[in-house]
């Protein structure tokens, strides 16, 4: 059975006070991995899929690491306006859905 | 283009009433889905459409819920008779090609 663990729960960063969320996960047979933003009051906003360990992607102050346990969303000089949500989520070869987890609520502070 | 749209937005109603709620996915996409997210928790599968057929309704408590989706297109999520419990946020997603969902804004719902 699909499992997603998200670290922390929750994270208070002063503004560019760098840090990174963890999402470690357990599937058959990975078919890929997402991260998802969530604002307050709205719907999942897609931000990275990774496909296989070593995978890296980048979105301005976002970076999203891949192995074979576990996923990391690193934060460079965070931002007040990156207060949010953020979701882990896997796909399992064969499935077309997302099995998420529980998400780490960012606040960042000015 | 257009994202996906959700109606509607909020709703309260008493326990054992019905609810409907409404979706209208990004034009051309085939897969839609249904997610139940509880505060504090991630979004939660309940149904999936391919065109307008169900692909997994696997944890759709049928007892009370239902879905359809209309020529493959709008899709309605049911309750009746609605519990306490299934207040949540109802998200409506699609998906060109069964991968990457695109989340509607979700409908609030507060049963009393």
């Known amino acids: ?110 | 283009e257009a994202g996906v749209a959700q109606s509607p937005r909020y709703k309260i109603i008493e326990k054992r009433q019905s609810v409907a709620f409404w979706c209208n996915p990004i034009s051309g996409h085939a897969t839609l889905y249904w997610y139940q997210q509880i505060l504090g928790q991630g979004p939660k599968l309940l149904i999936q459409f391919q065109n307008n057929g169900v692909v997994d309704d696997s944890q759709l408590p049928k007892d009370r819920f239902s879905a359809e989706r209309l020529k493959g297109v709008d899709s309605t999520l049911k309750i009746q008779p609605a519990k306490l419990e299934d207040s949540a946020v109802y998200l409506c997603a699609s998906s060109l090609d069964g991968f990457r969902h695109y989340f509607g804004p979700g409908t609030r719902l507060t049963v009393t």
């Open chain 1, 1 to 110: 059975e699909d499992q997603v663990t998200q670290s922390p729960e929750a994270l208070r960063l002063q503004e560019g006070e760098s840090s990174s969320l963890n999402c470690s996960y357990t599937v058959s047979g990975l078919r890929g991995l997402f991260w998802y933003r969530q604002d307050p009051g709205k719907g999942p906003e897609f931000l990275f899929t990774l496909y296989s360990a070593g995978e890296e992607k980048e979105k301005e102050r976002l970076k999203a690491t891949l192995t074979k346990k576990e996923s990391f969303l690193h934060i460079t000089a965070p931002k007040p306006e990156d207060s949010a949500t953020y979701l882990c989520a896997v796909q399992h070869t064969g499935a077309n859905n997302l099995f998420f987890g529980t998400g780490t609520r960012l606040t960042v502070i000015p």
